[in-house]
Antibody, heavy 121, light 112 residues
Framework: QVQLVESGGGLVKPGGSLRLSCAAS????????MSWIRQAPGKGLEWVSY????????YSTDSVKGRFTLSRDNAKNSLYLQMNGLRADDTAVYYC??????????????WGQGTLVTVSS | DVVMTQSPLSLPVTLGQPASISCRSS???????????LNWFQQRPGQSPRRLIY???DRDSGVPDRFSGSGSGTDFTLKISRVEAEDVGVYYC?????????FGQGTKLEIK
């Protein structure tokens, strides 16, 4: 069965860095685009970043451009989010979610349990 | 960015009664391939979101048939024919026609 397991969250000071990981299993990871989606405490959902098959196929929302870097290691079935220059408004639960398979634009059919990032002094 | 506007934001419903949530987008969600990439997600308390509906009206595997989606262009609706206790949670519409993908604000469904 498809599983996505996030890790790497925690408490960090403003301006600090964290690296989130998402370990995928139960499907051919290299075939799928992958995403990070976040949810601030008590708030709605925000699609943060999306990566497909190559490093050139990476999309990020404006609020994280230049600070967050999305990457993947297909050999390790893993997705990463390097977060630098963290701000208080980056505080959220970060979810890893499966994106589109080949020749499809269907996204978000599987989600992980989320990892909490808290930015506070 | 495409703005997704849901209504109502709070939806108290009696068990066994129908419920309906509206979602409007600030621009057409018809993609160049002719498909409309409008999704509905359910987030139960303390859980991760779960996709219920994709491409406006296609139900995901395992989703009860009391959930249905409809609409076109910029106006979409999620309907629950008979609300059950397990349907309590927040419902989000989401478009993945235009980047950045965007969600509605969420509609909190509760039992009266």
């Amino acid at each position: 069965q498809v599983q996505l397991v996030e890790s790497g969250g925690g408490l960090v000071k403003p301006g600090g860095s964290l690296r989130l990981s998402c370990a995928a299993s139960g499907f051919t990871f290299s075939d799928y685009c992958m995403s990070w989606i976040r949810q601030a405490p008590g708030k709605g959902l925000e699609w943060v970043s999306y990566i497909c098959y190559t490093a050139s196929s990476v999309y990020s929302t404006d609020s994280v451009k230049g600070r967050f870097t999305l990457s993947r290691d297909n050999a390790k079935n893993s997705l990463y989010l390097q977060m630098n220059g963290l701000r208080a408004d980056d505080t959220a639960v970060y979810y890893c979610a499966r994106g589109a398979p080949p020749y499809s634009s269907l996204v978000g059919d599987y989600w992980g349990q989320g990892t909490l990032v808290t930015v506070s002094s | 960015d495409v703005v997704m506007t849901q209504s109502p934001l709070s939806l108290p419903v009696t068990l066994g009664q129908p419920a309906s949530i509206s979602c409007r987008s600030s621009q057409s969600l018809v993609y160049s391939d002719g498909n409309t990439y409008l999704n509905w997600f359910q987030q139960r308390p303390g859980q991760s979101p779960r996709r219920l509906i994709y491409k406006v009206s296609d139900r995901d595997s395992g989703v009860p048939d009391r959930f249905s989606g409809s609409g076109s262009g910029t106006d979409f609706t999620l309907k629950i024919s008979r609300v059950e206790a397990e349907d309590v949670g927040v419902y989000y519409c989401m478009q993945n026609t235009h980047w950045p993908y965007t969600f509605g604000q969420g509609t909190k469904l509760e039992i009266k």
